[in-house]
């Protein structure tokens, strides 16, 4: 009797100890529940979007400063400049001061900073990227600075070292090269060519347009007469693969005559000629009714041709071509400031002309100048 009744209050404890256990546990849940209830609720975020692997990102122009007036300069009596007559399209003269219209801006900017384009043709040279960087280093004229379409070469850094002289080249913008024809040869079906079809017929291997989609017509091509020429030595390096012009490619321009009067003549035998073609910086050669730029495959996409204008008319450059690396590369190139690198005035008015044409303000003048902002 005994050990029943004591197993009856061991049951009847360890049941008063399970609920007590299950009560303690209950009670702990219900505390952690009305805790956690009162925290903020937080949401997940959406995931951050990433570029569809097929997109790339066009660089946006980092132009600094704004404005060419911001542009620190010191004082200088006179900053003369010579070099590249791809340049030419930003000295174009401005009404009503009649002078070009960079150093228009600049003087109005900056009047302590008198910029002088410095002509060779004045002194019986031909202007081009050569004569200004010669001139540089050999001291004619003073320089200040040169300006060039072409990187220097490994004979004119040699020529500066020997003098002890060392030259910066700071670039300011990107150039197309263009080849243009007469307008006839677009109406008899001519559309395009590609990058080895321009290098056979200035090197002479191609001399008839039905060998290329045109009609049966002899092909005449002309070239600036200049060795200084920074166009005509790019064209030949990297069209041409330093191959020879053809026997068969005419001379435009006499030695000593000024940039704008050779352009003038070349656009005007290209015009006035049947089945004719040159080539020269796009932003020289748009807008002109008298002739046609003409649309060039890159040699890995001969099918694929491409105009560096924005319309069938060119009235300007289409900067797209560069970022979209669409256009042939051998026909683009950068430009530059070539600056010597003394320490002293000269090598100061170099860099701020190139800070100048790199400022936002200048990137926009190099645009409306037909060439491509950096």
């Not at 009744?5 to 505390?31: D, E, H, P, Q, W």
């Not at 190139?333 to 860099?351: H, P, S, T, Y």
Request: with cysteine.
């Amino acid at each position: 009797m005994r050990n029943r009744n004591t197993k009856n209050r061991n049951l009847l404890l360890y049941g008063i100890m399970a609920s007590c256990l299950t009560l303690f546990i209950f009670v702990l849940l219900f505390i952690q529940l009305k805790g956690k209830s009162r925290e903020p609720k937080i949401y997940p975020t959406a995931p951050t979007p990433t570029p569809s692997p097929t997109t790339t990102p066009i660089k946006k122009n980092s132009c600094r400063p704004d404005e060419i007036e911001q542009v620190n300069v010191s004082p200088i009596q006179i900053v003369p400049f010579a070099g590249s007559t791809t340049f030419a399209p930003l000295n174009k003269l401005e009404a009503p001061l009649n002078e070009p219209e960079i150093i228009a801006i600049i003087k109005r900017a900056h009047p302590q900073f008198p910029l002088q384009y410095i002509d060779p043709a004045k002194y019986g040279e031909t202007p081009g990227s050569g004569t200004g960087i010669k001139w540089l280093i050999r001291g004619t004229h003073n320089l200040s600075f040169a300006q060039s379409s072409r990187p220097l070469s490994d004979q004119e850094v040699q020529d500066a070292k020997d003098r002890n002289i060392k030259l910066k080249q700071q670039e300011i913008a990107y150039d197309l090269v263009a080849i243009y024809i007469n307008p006839q040869l677009i109406k008899q079906g001519l559309k395009g060519l590609t990058l080895a079809q321009v290098r056979d017929i200035f090197t002479g291997r191609i001399t008839n347009w039905k060998d290329v989609g045109g009609p049966y017509l002899k092909i005449a091509p002309f070239r600036r007469n200049s060795a200084d020429s920074g166009t005509v030595k790019f064209f030949k390096e990297n069209v041409m693969n330093n191959q020879e012009f053809g026997s068969n490619v005419a001379s435009v321009g006499q030695k000593g005559k000024p940039e704008k009067e050779i352009t003038t003549l070349a656009i005007r035998k290209v015009a006035s000629t049947v089945g004719s073609i040159s080539f020269a910086t796009a932003s020289e050669v748009i807008n002109q009714d008298t002739i046609r730029i003409l649309p060039i495959a890159k040699e890995d996409t001969p099918k694929n041709i491409v105009s560096p204008c924005t319309d069938e008319s060119c009235k300007a450059v289409d900067t797209n071509v560069i970022a979209n690396q669409v256009y042939p590369e051998q026909l683009t190139r950068k430009l530059f400031v070539v600056i010597k690198q003394d320490g002293g005035q000269d090598e100061n008015a170099g860099q701020a002309y190139a800070n100048m044409l790199k400022s936002c303000e200048g990137q926009e003048l190099v645009r409306q100048a037909g060439f491509v902002p950096l």
